[in-house]
């Protein structure tokens, strides 16, 4: 069994930070990539950053510059710190992680998800 955990979400006023953390635990053998998408109320769910490990960041292009992603492939952990938010980042943010327990291929696993709200 494999386990997504976030961390971190919350109320802020626009211009303000976050930091997101998520853990993933359980019978992973390898993970390549882990990030974090977003669905803010009725909207589909979004990509917001993702690291594929060792390789590259990707980041929307609304965030970039203002959210920045990390992660240890060794922990199997990310984090995502979220500066200058504005109202539209409000939503429900999901950790994901693309791994493999060594009985499947790789797939993508979630996290049950963490609020953001941003007030104006």
């Known amino acids: 069994q494999v386990q997504l955990v976030e961390s971190g979400g919350g109320l802020v006023q626009a211009g303000g930070s976050l930091r997101l953390s998520c853990a993933a635990s359980?019978?992973?053998?390898?993970?390549?990539?882990m990030g974090w998408f977003r669905q803010a109320p009725g909207k589909q769910r979004e990509l917001v950053a993702t690291?594929?490990?060792?390789?590259?960041?990707n980041y929307a292009e609304d965030v970039k510059g203002r959210f920045t992603i990390s992660g240890d492939n060794a922990k199997n952990t990310v984090s995502l710190q979220m500066n200058s938010l504005k109202p539209e980042d409000t939503g429900v943010y999901y950790c994901?992680?693309?791994?493999?327990?060594?009985?499947?291929?790789?797939?993508?696993?979630w996290g049950n998800g963490t609020h953001v709200t941003v007030s104006s």
């Open positions: 994901n992680a693309v791994g493999t327990t060594g009985r499947s291929p790789f797939i993508s696993y």
């Open positions: 690291i594929t490990f060792g390789v590259e960041r």
């Open positions: 359980g019978s992973f053998r390898k993970i390549n990539g």
